[in-house]
């Protein structure tokens, strides 16, 4: 078996890292990251050690510097710590390093490149002065605006600068869920070190739904968010970066209004009832605290007749904890094939509304009132009937199988049966 360095970024990713300048963050599903995780935990006896690349260096001061020995224990994870202890001698540009094993024996092997003299600085033994970081530049950026990336970094343009800062950096680019690909590189200028960021934002295709946060409209949620995300526009990167963060923005809208609940946010998969609806992913934000019970559902735009067959319908509806999209569902299963029964076969029904009950309604405390507007449209009847693809059953077989005449009322239900 056969592996190559793993990092561990965060808790849904993790990254293939080639350890000096340049860095490559690959991310990878959550439960392989679980799997490479367990294996990092076994101890192995170190083998072998292979090193290539080396110049000025000789090998013997490798070793010192690493630390390595012949018939050590070791696990995986440890090789990262060794990298680092040679990445900060200050003698290499770029480590790599592969592993393999074969029952409990492990071999290593290093590829390296070690520092080129700067042919600016004189060749006299003079003490170097300390590199300061002059500049910070990105090439990718495409929502995530240049200012918003450089704050991510935690990097001081004018402070001391060593290459593993980099590294963390990094780490941070990848925590805010913008990236998919983080690579660096740094040069000089002038003296000074100018960090070079090269990365590749996520695709924002994941749809965002706000539930039962009843005080605010959708517009009004979605300009919250964006005084802290600019970009947003109703979906999100495939990640928890920017959910965690659209979370925090709307906790704050809570706190601000005085409004004594919580959010949260769960991953779900869309409508899986509907075979013809692709399953997709969505973030599906709510308020989280005392229970929200529906008092009353109103359908603007009703018809006398059919809104009190639909009051008897949502019975199962009322004192249970408000979700529009609970509510959005149950209108569409069963409220429209009332309609649709009936010869509407255009009926459209526009999203919930809820409002809390200003009334203070003591058989419905912290209550919500739900509003549904319909269009009903007009009422369909039968024309003529064609059919095709009949060969062994009789027409007249087929409309009496069919139970509708010309003329009659279009009755959804059965049409859809």
Not at 173 to 199: D, P, W
Not at 239 to 251: F, H, S, Y
Not at 384 to 410: H, P, V
Request: charged share 20%; proline share 5%; glycine share 6%.
């Amino acid at each position: 078996m056969t592996a190559g360095n793993f990092l561990s970024v965060g808790r849904s990713v993790r990254a293939y890292v080639t350890l000096g300048p340049l860095v490559s963050f690959l991310l990878l599903l959550c439960s392989q990251g679980i799997a490479q995780q367990d294996q990092n935990t076994i101890a192995y006896r170190l083998s072998k050690v292979e090193i290539v690349g080396l110049q000025k260096v000789s090998r013997e001061k490798f070793l010192e510097l690493s630390g390595l020995q012949l018939n050590q224990s070791l696990k995986l994870a440890d090789l990262q710590t060794v990298a680092d202890k040679l990445y900060g001698s200050s003698l290499f540009a770029k480590i790599r390093y592969r592993y393999n094993w074969m029952g409990e024996l492990l071999d290593v092997v290093f590829e390296v490149e070690e520092v080129s003299p700067d042919p600016t600085e004189p060749s006299s033994p003079v003490t170097a002065k300390p590199l300061v970081l002059g500049k910070i530049e990105f090439n990718g950026l495409q929502r995530c605006d240049s200012t918003t990336a450089i704050q991510a970094t935690m990097l001081q343009v004018g402070a001391p600068f060593e290459q593993k800062q980099l590294n963390a950096a990094a780490k941070r680019l990848a925590g805010t869920g913008y990236f998919s690909e983080i690579n660096y590189n740094y040069r000089k200028e002038s003296g000074q070190a100018v960090a070079l960021f090269e990365v590749v934002e996520f695709k924002w295709d994941v749809p965002c739904i706000f539930d039962n946060f009843v005080w605010f409209t959708t517009q009004e949620l979605h300009d919250a968010v964006r005084k802290k995300i600019p970009s947003f526009e109703g979906a999100s990167p495939d990640d928890e970066g920017i959910p965690n963060a659209i979370k925090t923005v709307l906790e704050q809208l809570l706190r601000h209004h005085r409004i004594d609940r919580g959010v949260n946010f769960i991953i779900s998969s869309g409508n899986l009832e509907d075979p013809a609806v692709k399953a997709k992913k969505e973030f599906h934000f709510l308020t989280t605290g005392a229970p929200m019970p529906v008092c009353q559902v109103n359908f603007p735009g009703s018809s006398a007749t059919i809104e009190k067959q639909m009051q008897s319908a949502i019975k199962p509806l009322l004192n249970v904890d408000y979700s529009s999209r609970q509510i959005a569902q149950y209108v569409e299963n069963m409220l429209v094939p009332i309609y649709r029964q009936r010869g509407y076969l255009r009926v459209k029904f526009a999203d919930p509304m809820a409002q809390p009950d200003r009334r203070a309604n003591r058989k419905c405390q912290n209550g919500i009132h739900v509003s549904v507007p319909v269009v009903e449209g007009v009422v369909y009847k039968l024309g003529k009937f064609e059919w095709d693809g009949n060969q062994s059953i009789a027409i007249s077989t087929m409309q009496d199988l069919f139970g509708m005449k010309a003329g009659a009322t279009a009755d959804g239900a059965k049409i859809d049966r």
